[in-house]
């Protein structure tokens, strides 16, 4: 299928709250903390940090939002806190795009390979700090996506430093989804001097109901399709 040709294509999503150690997210199969394959991989010294312990509620905002953009080429996408990589998976599985899934936590790599062995696709999984994401990285990246990292003061400040950069280019996109944290709010806040960084709401009925907010930094639009 073509890129511009995706419209109104029905994904299964299945709510969260439920007994199954598992659930559907926009056409993903996500697992729950409960499920075996974790289970075994907390059991093998894997043992996630950083408050990855599951898959965080605004990776669906971002999923609702992408899934119905007629990007104009295959991307090159960079998911950063990317924990389990459930965002990475439905990048590459529903527009075959070339993903990297990078969080600062080594542990999460197993993560990350195991829900997309599980949903029969290929992400590349890597440790990478905000910090150590520079122009030689932003020239070989079209998307940035992030959920539910920005919940302090240095992870604020972090994002700061990759907002201006990305907002000082024209081929780089980024969307950081939130629930609203004050950190998040305030990094909104900070950059609303720059003409193509936008704050918008964003609402979901399933896999959760949820309202939550979507920074943009450049144009979908104007970039990508």
């Known amino acids: ?33 409960n499920h075996p394959d974790v289970q075994a991989l907390v059991e093998d010294g894997f043992v996630p940090q950083h408050y990855a312990s599951k898959v965080w509620q605004s990776n669906f ?18 998911e950063i806190g990317a924990g389990w990589g459930a965002l990475s998976v439905f990048m ?5 795009a070339d993903v990297t899934a990078s969080d600062l936590d080594a542990n999460l790599k197993p993560y990350q390979q195991s829900l997309a062995e599980h949903n029969d696709t290929e992400i590349d999984s890597q440790t990478i700090a905000i910090e150590d994401i520079d122009d030689t990285l932003l020239e070989d990246t079209d998307l940035i996506v992030a959920s539910d990292i920005c919940y302090n003061q240095d992870t604020k400040q972090a994002l700061q430093s990759l907002v201006e ?61």
């Open 61 to 78: 905002l971002l999923m609702n939002i992408l899934k119905d953009i007629p990007f104009k080429r295959k991307l090159k996408v960079l």
């Open 165 to 225: 950069s990305v907002a000082c280019r024209n081929d780089v996109v980024m969307l950081l989804a939130d629930i609203g944290r004050k950190a998040f709010m305030q990094l909104s806040d900070d950059n609303q001097n720059f003409t193509d960084v936008e704050l918008h709401n964003h609402s979901i009925a399933q896999p959760i109901e949820m309202d939550g907010y979507v920074l943009s930094v450049n144009s979908l639009e104007g970039v990508l399709c």
């Open 1 to 33: 299928m073509k890129y511009n040709q995706r419209f109104n294509i029905k994904y299964k999503t299945t709510q969260v709250r439920g007994r199954s150690n598992n659930f559907w997210a926009f056409g993903v199969n996500i697992f729950k903390p």
């Open 92 to 96: 590459n599985k529903h527009y075959d």
